[in-house]
């Protein structure tokens, strides 16, 4: 069986972890950290932080934890996309050779594999430390500007407007600018006015597994669009749920009952489905 061996960082081996948890698990072997067993192969962490990748499907998932990319650079994510209640938020940071040490220790990952406690904890300190530009796209501008531009054009054009922000900041970009990439280069191009400036963008998927400004970019935007998903439950003293599941349909149903007057443009994304299961 053909295997590969990696050294991971800490944050790696929780990352990893994270992405095999709807898997049985054993952490009862010696000297390792966990172990997990595939349909066609092993993965095996090892208390010195190597990682044993045995089998097709487990050198396929090694691959999101090659390369590393450590050097200056900037990267960007989008959050709330996927959420009926509350804004999009798209976040653009900076980080140096510098930052690495200290981001390692804070075992920052993409957002969707830290626990919403685990970024209230750490999003202060990436936001005290590192430069980032933030936007903060509310429901009913979302709602007016979908009318004509569709989800990956409003991706875009937050995406390139938050370094264009980012760089009014620094007063540069560094070399490598990496998207979270949503759509191919060629649409996200289009999807910008023809002076559209920045054309150095590198376009990856998964980057935040690759690439630590755009993982922090997904902290800091998750930190902000909680914060954001708070202040709209306050302000209409009404809980909003995350997602867009059969939760969020019920206490959109439950928030028209409790005020029927209710103008849902306000809090949510209406081209969701979950418009019109709420309102029928």
Request: glycine share 4%; aromatic share 10%.
């Amino acid at each position: 069986m053909e295997t590969t061996t990696l050294t991971l960082t800490d944050s790696q081996l929780e990352q990893l972890e994270n992405e095999l948890k709807h898997l049985t698990i054993r952490y009862d072997l010696a000297h390792t950290l966990y172990q997990v067993k595939l349909n066609d192969g092993v993965i095996t962490a090892y208390k010195s932080r190597k990682v044993v990748f045995s089998g097709p499907s487990a050198l396929k998932i090694s691959e999101r934890y090659q390369n590393i990319i450590k050097k200056e650079m900037a990267g960007s994510d989008e959050v709330g996309t996927g959420d009926y209640f509350g804004p999009v938020v798209v976040v653009a940071c900076y980080i140096t050779k510098d930052d690495y040490d200290w981001l390692t220790k804070l075992k920052i990952m993409d957002s969707k594999a830290m626990t919403d406690e685990v970024i209230n904890n750490v999003a202060p300190t990436l936001i005290k430390k590192l430069t980032h530009s933030l936007l903060v796209l509310d429901n009913p501008t979302y709602n007016k500007v979908h009318q004509n531009l569709n989800l990956n054009h409003i991706k875009a054009q937050l995406h390139h407007k938050a370094y264009d922000h980012l760089r009014d900041k620094l007063g540069f970009l560094p070399k490598l600018c990496v998207v979270d990439q949503f759509t191919k280069p060629q649409a996200y191009y289009a999807s910008l006015s023809d002076d559209y400036g920045i054309t150095h963008l590198h376009f990856e998927t998964k980057a935040e597994s690759k690439y630590l400004a755009v993982a922090c970019a997904s902290v800091i935007g998750r930190y902000y669009f909680l914060e954001a998903m708070n202040q709209l439950s306050q302000k209409f003293q009404f809980q909003f749920p995350l997602g867009a599941g059969k939760i969020v349909d019920d206490k959109g149903k439950e928030l028209l009952r409790r005020y029927p007057d209710f103008n849902l443009n306000e809090v949510a994304k209406l081209h969701f489905k979950n418009t019109k299961r709420i309102l029928d």
